[in-house]
């Protein structure tokens, strides 16, 4: 069995995803984002300004 081991903080984390919201969501203003991240799927998932959804790559 290969493990494979990573590091983030939540701060980058953050980072990815408001990113990631200013690419999916061009012209909306970002008020707010929630993350949610998930290491086994190697992905970080948003919800920004209550109605908006995402994700990116970890």
């Known amino acids: 069995m290969v493990g ?3 590091a ?4 980058d984390c953050l980072k990815k995803a408001q990113a990631q919201f200013k690419r999916d969501y061009k012209s909306v203003e970002l008020t707010g984002i929630s993350i949610y991240i998930k290491p086994k799927e190697r992905r970080i998932y948003y919800v920004a300004n209550g109605d908006k959804v995402g994700s990116t790559e970890l």
């Open 4 to 6: 494979i081991n990573f």
């Open 8 to 11: 983030f903080t939540e701060a």
